[in-house]
């Protein structure tokens, strides 16, 4: 008996080893091009980030000689270790084909241990048949816009100890008319914990670049490093302010979580999610601390603020 015994804890230990991967989640594909596209996710371990790129849903065609892969793309050298310790990666794939399929799942190796490696689920991108950096106007010319750039300031918790707190964190901007999310890394081309994004990097479902009149819905989706958790912002962008400027999305009602112009049970879901919740939490989001109080806590005070907003409609 006591040998079976022996061998099962070997046979466990194995097994438990074979099985000790980075864990890989909240994978998405960004900044689509007609020739590139860059790929995101987080991990749990200070990874090495790479991709595989294929043909084909198979994985028989694995492209490689024709194309580029950059780990940590537009980050300088101080942000991308921060990103990278704390387990947030992106990759960018360039040498691409316009309007053309491909499929990328994501490698992630495991420093302290060459041979554990994860990899994501296959993901499908199609590139840009063209991008046009123009309007098309009623009488069918084309004419020139330019946007600004959004400034975003993630959330830091009060025990956050990293030497410069948020930076390596991930911005990723999505509005309903655009074609794909972009993506930033805080403390790159500003201080932390400053992201920034520019504008003029969204592209309609038409490729057509997206004139920002203002007022716009956006979600800005925030890569923590070390939880492995996103915190979700829904803002409205500003109005083109005419000149090149950063200015932050603003907030829309305070109980209007997502930015439906009525209070119902999607906000309710929304609350849920972060109640009893405290500033150290690695879930807590202060969109939905509406009511002052010295610790913090998402509590009984906000529901009661939200609850009698409950019901409303078109609310700004």
Do not use: C
């Given at each position: 008996?006591?040998k079976?015994?022996?061998?099962?804890?070997?046979?466990f230990?194995?097994?438990?080893?074979?099985?000790?991967?980075?864990?890989?989640?909240?994978v998405?594909?960004?900044?689509v091009?007609?020739?590139?596209?860059?790929?995101?996710?987080?991990?749990?371990?200070?990874?090495?980030?790479?991709?595989?790129?294929?043909?084909?849903?198979?994985?028989?065609?694995?492209?490689?000689?024709?194309?580029?892969?950059?780990?940590?793309?537009?980050?300088?050298?101080?942000?991308?270790?921060?990103a990278?310790?704390?387990?947030?990666?992106?990759?960018?794939?360039?040498?691409?084909?316009?309007?053309?399929?491909?499929?990328?799942?994501?490698?992630?190796?495991?420093?302290?241990d060459?041979?554990?490696?994860?990899?994501?689920?296959?993901?499908?991108?199609?590139?840009?048949?063209?991008?046009?950096p123009?309007?098309?106007?009623?009488?069918?010319?084309?004419?020139?816009?330019?946007?600004?750039?959004?400034?975003?300031?993630?959330?830091?918790?009060?025990?956050?100890?990293?030497?410069?707190?948020?930076?390596?964190?991930?911005?990723?901007?999505?509005?309903?008319?655009?074609?794909?999310?972009?993506?930033?890394?805080?403390?790159?081309?500003?201080?932390?914990?400053?992201?920034?994004?520019?504008?003029?990097?969204?592209?309609?479902?038409?490729m057509?670049?997206?004139?920002?009149?203002?007022?716009?819905?956006?979600v800005?989706?925030?890569?923590?490093?070390?939880?492995?958790?996103t915190?979700l912002?829904?803002?409205?962008?500003?109005?083109?302010?005419?000149?090149v400027?950063?200015?932050?999305?603003?907030?829309?009602?305070?109980?209007?979580?997502?930015?439906?112009?009525k209070?119902?049970?999607?906000?309710?879901?929304?609350?849920?999610?972060?109640?009893?919740?405290?500033?150290?939490?690695?879930?807590?989001?202060?969109?939905?601390?509406?009511?002052?109080?010295?610790?913090?806590?998402?509590?009984?005070?906000?529901?009661?603020?939200?609850?009698?907003?409950?019901?409303?409609?078109?609310?700004?």
């Open positions: 008996m006591r079976w015994l022996f061998v099962f804890l070997i046979l230990a194995v097994a438990g080893n074979a099985l000790a991967v980075p864990e890989t989640v909240s998405r594909v960004t900044d091009t007609t020739s590139s596209f860059a790929v995101v996710w987080m991990t749990d371990v200070a990874a090495a980030p790479n991709v595989e790129v294929y043909a084909d849903s198979a994985m028989t065609d694995r492209l490689a000689d024709a194309i580029t892969v950059t780990p940590m793309p537009d980050a300088p050298q101080g942000v991308a270790a921060a990278r310790s704390r387990g947030i990666m992106k990759i960018r794939v360039t040498g691409l084909a316009p309007n053309t399929r491909y499929y990328v799942r994501t490698v992630t190796v495991d420093p302290a060459p041979a554990s490696i994860g990899y994501s689920g296959l993901q499908e991108v199609t590139t840009a048949s063209s991008v046009v123009y309007q098309r106007i009623e009488d069918g010319t084309l004419q020139g816009f330019a946007n600004d750039l959004l400034t975003m300031k993630v959330y830091i918790q009060p025990a956050d100890k990293d030497a410069v707190p948020g930076e390596g964190d991930l911005v990723i901007l999505e509005t309903p008319a655009s074609s794909h999310p972009v993506s930033a890394f805080v403390g790159a081309g500003t201080v932390a914990p400053e992201g920034v994004l520019d504008l003029n990097n969204l592209f309609g479902l038409d057509a670049s997206l004139d920002i009149l203002g007022g716009e819905k956006a800005l989706s925030v890569y923590r490093g070390g939880t492995l958790s915190l912002h829904y803002r409205r962008l500003q109005a083109d302010a005419g000149t400027a950063a200015g932050e999305p603003a907030k829309g009602f305070f109980a209007d979580f997502n930015l439906d112009a209070v119902d049970d999607q906000d309710f879901a929304e609350f849920r999610k972060q109640y009893r919740t405290i500033p150290d939490d690695a879930a807590y989001n202060p969109d939905y601390d509406f009511v002052a109080d010295p610790a913090g806590k998402i509590d009984a005070q906000d529901f009661a603020r939200f609850a009698r907003e409950y019901g409303r409609s078109q609310v700004e």
